[in-house]
């Protein structure tokens, strides 16, 4: 079955630094999504990117964070200068239609970032 | 009041024994219901979704939405060591999914 591949499994950064989380969503899928997961707590929509741009975001994607399909198979997100409270278990996900609606959402393994 | 409450739990049952997970909702606006399986160090997967109030059966797992009490409930029917997850639900009303914070449910055999 294809699947959503992630990487890093595991990024470790100091506090102040850029980090770049990269994504292969499947291939004919037309919505990509970051969410993330505070350890013990919720996951978090953060943002969904259709056709080259931000569909919809919530208010935790700051200006720290942007998004990026810098080809035809990666979709990045860059934390510009990373927070202790940025630590967390970071999915993307890709779906076929937009979310929320009958949509099967795939996820990734995720990325645990852990900013010190 | 939070917008989709759920118990955490850990809920420990024993092997063939039926669950019953339940998430309760605040927002009536809400029309699409889902059920997430996650297990450990893994993303979510999808296992039931619903359009607004009712039943969907699929397997062992059945899914019940109802609205007037704004309470939606995940069924598994002879629970094995295998459904040791913990299952998350999720809920829309437009494009945007609301989580529930999931609970934790082992399957002793």
């Known amino acids: 079955e294809p699947e959503v591949t992630q990487t890093p499994s595991h990024q470790v950064t100091q506090m102040g630094q850029e980090v770049i989380l990269r994504c292969v969503p499947i291939?004919?899928?037309?919505?990509f999504y970051w969410y993330r997961q505070i350890l013990g707590q919720k996951v978090e929509f953060l943002v969904s990117?259709?056709?080259?741009?931000?569909?919809?975001k919530s208010e935790i994607f700051d200006d720290q964070f942007s998004v990026e399909r810098p080809d035809g198979s990666n979709f990045t997100l860059k934390i510009r200068s990373t927070k202790l409270e940025d630590s967390a278990m970071y999915f993307c996900?890709?779906?076929?239609?937009?979310?929320?609606?009958?949509?099967?959402?795939?996820f990734g393994s995720g990325t645990q970032l852990s900013v010190l | 009041q939070k917008e989709v409450e759920q118990d955490p739990g850990p809920l420990s049952v024993p092997e063939g024994a039926i669950v019953s997970l339940n998430c309760t909702y605040s927002?009536?606006?809400?029309?699409?219901f889902m059920w997430y399986r996650q297990y450990s160090r893994k993303g979510p997967e999808l296992l039931m979704y619903t359009y607004s109030s009712g039943n969907k059966e699929d397997g062992r797992f059945t899914a019940q939405v109802d609205k007037s009490s704004k309470y939606i409930s995940l069924f598994i029917r002879d629970s094995q060591p295998s459904d040791s997850a913990t299952y998350l639900c999720?809920?829309?009303?437009?494009?945007?999914?609301?989580w529930g914070a999931g609970t934790k449910l082992i399957i002793k055999p």
């Open positions: 999720a809920m829309s009303a437009n494009y945007q999914l609301i």
């Open positions: 927002n009536s606006a809400f029309q699409y």
């Open positions: 291939s004919n899928h037309l919505y």
């Open positions: 996900a890709s779906s076929e239609g937009r979310q929320g609606a009958y949509e099967k959402l795939f």
């Open positions: 990117f259709y056709n080259n741009e931000i569909s919809e």
